[in-house]
């Protein structure tokens, strides 16, 4: 197992791995609020050498998608950048998302035919973007799923409005909202993902550990705790 790495002293996350089993061509990892982009380069010494790549792409602010919670997928590389997912075949091509709440889900199979980063908001997952993204690839083994920090159904209240987006869609998402009395929901976008998965045969799901950006605030931006602007980086790609 990839084992996950403070690179800070204290409680402060800088940057991670992510805790999964996959093969040993896949690397990937997640920033936080805590990663500092304007001191020079970061620190890299307590991470495996192979990890240099994702560090360059980070410190050099490598070019994302253009996130606007569709449930566009595309392949890399690519002059397109109008997406919400992107995934790869090739060598030391990054894809990479943003988040600060919304979930972020990295892809790849058993045998690491391929890597795919998904960004996946309320409306992303309503609309299929995990769907989406997944039925594109031709995935020669098992699919391995992370899915890394985003907001909990604790601190996730939506309208009614946001229910019968997702009941109209999936029928059986209703098992993610936990009603309020005052006629609004919990929504748990955890279970929506599982749900989804499970129902598109995946069987490895691999979960962050207090992976709640709402509560962690040492450790993750969250948009409705703070309307911040600041996101987080999760990035994956294959190495030889």
């Not at 943003?98 to 960004?119: K, N, Q, W, Y």
């Not at 908001?121 to 973007?129: E, H, Q």
Request: proline share 3%; glycine share 6%.
């Amino acid at each position: 197992m990839k084992a996950q790495f403070l690179l800070n002293a204290m409680d402060s996350t800088n940057i991670f791995e992510p805790e999964w089993v996959v093969p040993k061509n896949i690397f990937a990892l997640q920033t936080t609020r805590n990663t500092n982009f304007t001191k020079g380069p970061l620190q890299k010494n307590k991470t495996k050498l192979s990890t240099n790549f994702g560090f360059e792409f980070i410190n050099k602010r490598g070019k994302g998608l253009n996130q606007s919670h569709s449930n566009i997928s595309i392949e890399l590389p690519s002059d397109k950048c109008d997406a919400d997912a992107s995934y790869t075949k090739q060598n030391n091509v990054v894809c990479s998302i943003r988040t600060a709440d919304c979930m972020p889900l990295l892809v790849t199979d058993e045998r690491g035919s391929f890597v795919a980063a998904i960004h996946a908001g309320w409306r992303g997952l309503a609309s299929g973007i995990i769907e989406n993204t997944l039925k594109k690839i031709n995935a020669k083994g098992k699919f391995i799923v992370w899915i890394g920090p985003h907001i909990s159904h604790e601190f996730f209240e939506v309208g009614a409005e946001v229910r019968s987006i997702f009941l109209g869609n999936d029928p059986a998402s209703a098992e993610a909202f936990t009603n309020e009395a005052n006629g609004k929901y919990f929504l748990s976008m955890l279970k929506v993902a599982q749900l989804k998965l499970l129902s598109l045969g995946v069987q490895k799901i691999y979960i962050t550990k207090n992976f709640c950006t709402y509560k962690n605030a040492n450790n993750y931006y969250s948009y409705r705790r703070e309307a911040s602007k600041e996101r987080m980086t999760t990035l994956i790609w294959i190495e030889e």
